[in-house]
């Protein structure tokens, strides 16, 4: 006896099977437990299941996507600010971007006599 199968295609295909095998042959099945139609409209259940899981992995993945981008996005603002504020001298740290102070006065520098 061959192995019931256990992937879906090879479920759907063997349903297939029954459903041929069973509307041909009338005349030697002709009270099975279940009809072909029943079969056949569980068949079309699963299809339409199975494609319905289809669509909601293509929705997850265009999902999915869409939220890397709104976060690339994100990061590369962020990092356009950063660098404008370091290059303007005003932080030297994130505590100081991030601070809710305020950004003290720059100070002048102060040049060290040179020993010689």
């Not at 295909?13 to 029954?18: K, P, S, T």
């Not at 005349?27 to 259940?45: C, K, L, Q, W």
């Not at 404008?84 to 002048?108: C, K």
Request: glycine share 4%; hydrophobic share 40%.
């Amino acid at each position: 006896m061959a192995q019931f199968p256990r992937d879906e295609t090879g479920v759907l295909g063997l349903a297939q099977e029954i459903a041929d095998g069973l509307a041909a042959n009338r005349s030697t099945y002709p009270a099975p437990p279940v009809s072909v139609e029943e079969i056949e409209a569980a068949t079309e259940d699963c299809n339409a299941a199975r494609d319905a899981v289809q669509a909601a992995k293509a929705a997850l993945d265009a999902a999915i996507k869409a939220k890397e981008k709104a976060f690339d996005t994100l990061e590369d603002k962020m990092k356009k600010e950063i660098r404008y504020a370091e290059n303007t001298g005003q932080i030297t740290t994130m505590q100081s971007l991030s601070s809710s102070a305020g950004v003290d006065a720059r100070s002048p520098l102060r040049w060290k006599r040179r020993v010689r």
